[in-house]
């Protein structure tokens, strides 16, 4: 089993940037694919980011994409969500959770462990 927990949120201006981490305890992270998804008041919660357990292969939402970068280190038991360029529109409460596969998705659904969300928080 693994634990997530997610760090690096805060305020930051439109055009600005933020690092969110996530640490996951456990022998076994390595062996997940790693998911980031966000939720905004009153909306659902939608895909951001995904990565293989290699890191080898990524996955982003239209929405993002060009602008944010997952990243993940192994050794360290972490995955990383570089956010550049950041908007009004990206701000949300954001989580990381541990795929079920091997194989990359979009679903929240098939993501088992998740951490308690960090805000970020963009100002205009």
């Known amino acids: 089993q693994v634990q997530p927990v997610e760090s690096g949120g805060g305020l930051v201006q439109a055009g600005g940037s933020l690092r969110l981490s996530c640490a996951a305890s456990g022998r076994t992270f390595s062996s997940y694919s790693m998911g980031w998804f966000r939720q905004a008041p009153g909306k659902e919660r939608e895909f951001v980011a995904a990565?293989?357990?290699?890191?080898?292969?990524?996955n982003y939402a239209d929405s993002v994409k060009g602008r944010f970068t997952i990243s993940r280190d192994n050794a360290k038991n972490t995955v990383y969500l570089q956010m550049n360029s950041l908007k009004p529109e990206d701000t949300a409460v954001y989580y990381c959770a541990t795929g079920r596969y091997t194989f990359i998705t979009t679903t929240p659904g098939l993501y088992d462990y998740w951490g308690q969300g960090t805000q970020v928080t963009v100002s205009s």
């Open positions: 990565i293989s357990r290699s890191g080898g292969s990524t």
